[in-house]
């Protein structure tokens, strides 16, 4: 099929928006905490399953820079299952190659958290096989903010001039610097919403929303959202009749809009 083959077969940047905890709880009854518990275990299981299938980049959010408004239990808790995960994890990231990063303000993140990140990120510094994104004290908002702040530093330092300001050399001041943008957004819980998460950076990402709570997201649900991938035609403002004129030209269109197309 046309549109199946407009899309490169797996997307090499995956990111979720792990939704749904609380109300996973609620409706049985039990406090938010074992939500978040639960969906711990989901982590465990899609991280393995998405570096089995050979994603490179998989990235999710864990925390946003809008939950710290969350009662302070909630967050502690939060805070206690990070750390939990750090501690627990980081055999099976070697094991497996996995390399571990965070994206967001991680500054205000409490300094056993921040102790943890620093070493699991030192241990599997380039092991290459995936990278492990999680986005902790995160907001696109906050993001484009510090990377205006620096932009305007060095303007100010007479070391950048405005016509020098491109999509580019924003993208190079974000903290996803170092990744391609996401060919597919999968977000759990049901809700159609960004929540803040990758605003620049979803420009041109296919929106995936399940109504399943994250806790209960099991690898043959990841199966289904990347075989709607698949079936997606990305065409970055074109037409379909350019897409099929680059198809018989041999360009892939899952990449992004600046990678691959003339
Ligand atoms: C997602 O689940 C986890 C975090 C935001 C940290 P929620 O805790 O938002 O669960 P709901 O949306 O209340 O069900
Ligand atoms: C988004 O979920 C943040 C994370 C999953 C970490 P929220 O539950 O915070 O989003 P809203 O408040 O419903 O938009
Ligand atoms: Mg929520």
Redesign the pocket.
Known sequence: MMAESLSTELPSHLAI???GNGRWARRRCLPRGEGHKRGARSVRKIVTHCRELGVQHLTL????S??WRRPDREVSQLMELLCEFLVEETSTLLDNGIELEAIGDTARLPSRVRELLTAVREQTRGLGGMRLNLALSYGGRDELVRAIRQLVHQAREGELRPEAVSEQLVAEHLDTRHLPDPELLIRTGG?H?L?NFLLWQSAYTELYVTDVAWPDFTTEQLEVALTWYRGRRRRFGRTDEQLEGLEDQGYLMGSGPYSVIP
């Not at 959010?61 to 946003?64: G, L």
């Open positions: 928006i792990m939704d959010y864990a925390f946003s809008e939950n809700e919403r929540s």
